[in-house]
């Protein structure tokens, strides 16, 4: 993925979707975008959204989630906004595949989504304390990594020309750690994984500590 920048864009992707909405509009396709973590961002960062574009809400659809924003995380409670056509065939098809999340949950989401949003900014810090722990662990080591604006997950490119399999088996193997390869995510992930900051800072610690022994 030479000349792909790992600088975090400011610019939140808004060209993309730009570009995505004008193919969609030239093509007579639906756009869908998944805006799972469209909360979880930092530094003063906002994630855009699709249906900013100019045009967008005739062939976009946006899909949000309680999973990260509320750590309802598998209990598969999300929303859908956009284009009133593609609304009107997900609810057409919705009702005839099944017949709604049970309905706790979607009490659960109400409460979420109505209630006190107080518990966003605890959650946010610990992730994007965590970020850095691990960002400025990695730099230590000789990689160079800026601070992504969102998401909880940093991503890192591999050592010594390794695949993304081949580095993730060996931090596996080396090291005990679990990472994604990048090519999980597509072909263009390819020389990249992914780490995910979900778990306990002492934890992360010891990841990193082990990574270092693993690579030495
Ligand atoms: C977590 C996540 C979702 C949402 O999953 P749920 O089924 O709502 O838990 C959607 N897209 C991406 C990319 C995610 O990471």
Avoid: C
Avoid at 11 to 19: L, T
Avoid at 182 to 190: C, L, V
């Amino acid at each position: 993925m030479a000349g792909v920048s790992l600088e975090p864009d400011r610019r939140g992707g808004r060209p993309v979707f730009e570009a995505a909405v004008a193919l969609a509009r030239d093509h007579g396709f639906l756009l869908a975008h998944d805006a799972a973590y469209s909360e979880i961002t930092f530094d003063g960062f906002v994630a855009p959204s699709v249906l900013e574009i100019p045009g967008a809400r005739d062939v976009a659809v946006e899909i949000g989630s309680a999973s990260k924003t509320y750590n309802m995380t598998g209990w598969r409670i999300g929303w859908a906004v956009g284009s009133a056509d593609a609304i009107k065939a997900l609810a057409t098809l919705k009702t005839n595949l099944d017949s709604g999340i049970f309905n706790a949950v979607q009490r659960g989401a109400i409460a979420a989504l109505t209630g006190p949003q107080d518990h966003l900014a605890p959650l946010l810090d610990a992730y994007r304390r965590r970020r850095d722990l691990f960002v400025s662990a990695l730099n230590d080591l000789g990689w160079d990594l800026k601070a992504p604006l969102g998401s909880f997950y940093v991503w890192f490119p591999t050592r010594g020309g390794a695949s993304s399999a081949d580095f993730a088996d060996l931090l596996l193997e080396r090291a005990g750690v679990v990472v994604t390869p990048g090519t999980g995510y597509g072909a263009n992930g390819e020389g990249y994984v992914r780490a995910s900051m979900t778990i306990a800072d002492d934890r992360l610690e010891e990841a990193v500590a082990r990574i270092r022994d693993a690579l030495e």
